[in-house]
């Protein structure tokens, strides 16, 4: 079965910003609480280009704790999707 984005557009977009965030000036104090949700998500569940979220590792750690502070649960969800990347990875065929 296949799958085709309706809005694939509006996703580019948003993985732009998402990189930007991770990659930007602003300090993470600056950055809103939305942006930083999204950025934990996305370098969670490993959306986000390998090389960007290794070269930021101290900018993802803070982005999570601020967006972990302002959205109840999303700690939990974040710690989920990396138990379920690594459930994946070491269950796959080689």
């Known amino acids: 079965m296949e799958y085709e984005l309706d809005r694939a ?3 580019e977009v ?4 998402t990189r930007q ?3 930007g000036p602003r300090p ?15 370098a969670a569940a490993e959306l986000l280009p390998e090389e960007d979220v290794d070269a930021h590792v101290q900018r993802v750690r803070g982005l999570e704790e601020r967006a972990v502070a302002s ?3 999303l700690g939990e969800i ?10 994946a990875t070491a269950t796959a065929p080689p």
């Open 9 to 11: 557009a509006a996703v």
């Open 14 to 17: 948003l993985r732009e910003e």
């Open 21 to 23: 965030v991770l990659r």
């Open 28 to 42: 993470v104090a600056h950055i809103s609480e939305r942006e930083a949700a999204v950025a934990t998500l996305a």
């Open 71 to 73: 959205v109840p649960g």
């Open 78 to 87: 974040v710690r989920e999707i990396g138990t379920a990347l690594a459930t």
